[in-house]
T-cell receptor
Framework: GQQLNQSPQSMFIQEGEDVSMNCTSS?????WLWYKQDPGEGPVLLIA?????ELTSNGRLTAQFGITRKDSFLNISASIPSDVGIYFC??????????FGTGTRLQVFP | DAGITQSPRHKVTETGTPVTLRCHQT?????MYWYRQDPGHGLRLIHY???????DKGEVSDGYSVSRSKTEDFLLTLESATSSQTSVYFC?????????FGPGTRLTVL
């Protein structure tokens, strides 16, 4: 089945650094979502985007819906240890199913 | 947090035995989903439901069946478990675009 291309696959950064990750698709989506998954838990929704060009923030997190509708970006500013986890993008072409990215594993060192 | 529970949270079973996983929601959301998560594959949709008694297949539905007799409950059944079905299973719910995930069930088939 289709999966979104998410990069980078993993990141190792120092506390306080900013983080950027992105998700690309060969087809257009109407909705982009970003999730974070901690070990042993289910994914938690961070940000939802509904319009091309939309820029939305949630605390230190900022996500953008690409103008072409084929990509999305997530930035984390001033990373802290609790940002550690796996970040997934997900896209929807209609209202009932999501297609997930392959995930970006983030490690933050003090 | 969305009111989603999954039971059991952990299960070990033997090849050939039937297994039923339960997802229960208290949000009265229309859509419910079952995913499996495996290393290297991310989240893959098994089956989903768009209403009571209304279900459809996802990308990895072989070997699985589902039932939804009430809005709040969505059951996933492995009729005859195989080792390839060892995985972490997540239930999700949604009303429109945003899906909210349960805590997961770790299933091991020996």
């Amino acid at each position: 089945g289709q999966q979104l291309n998410q990069s980078p696959q993993s990141m190792f950064i120092q506390e306080g650094e900013d983080v950027s990750m992105n998700c690309t698709s060969s087809s257009i989506f109407n909705t982009w979502l970003w999730y974070k998954q901690d070990p042993g838990e289910g994914p938690v929704l961070l940000i939802a985007l509904y319009k091309a060009g939309e820029l939305t923030s949630n605390g230190r997190l900022t996500a953008q819906f690409g103008i072409t509708r084929k990509d999305s970006f997530l930035n984390i500013s001033a990373s802290i240890p609790s940002d550690v986890g796996i970040y997934f993008c997900a896209g929807s072409k209609n209202t009932d199913k999501l297609i997930f990215g392959t995930g970006t594993r983030l490690q933050v060192f003090p | 947090d969305a009111g989603i529970t999954q039971s059991p949270r952990h299960k070990v079973t033997e090849t050939g035995t039937p297994v039923t996983l339960r997802c229960h929601q208290t949000e009265n959301h229309r859509y419910m989903y079952w995913y499996r998560q495996d290393p290297g594959h991310g989240l893959r949709l098994i089956h989903y439901s768009y209403g009571v008694k209304d279900t459809d297949k996802g990308e990895v539905s072989d070997g699985y069946s589902v039932s939804r007799s009430k809005t709040e409950d969505f059951l996933l059944t492995l009729e005859s478990a195989t080792s390839s079905q060892t995985s972490v299973y997540f239930c999700a719910i949604s009303d429109v675009n945003e899906q909210f995930f349960g805590p997961g069930t770790r299933l091991t088939v020996l």
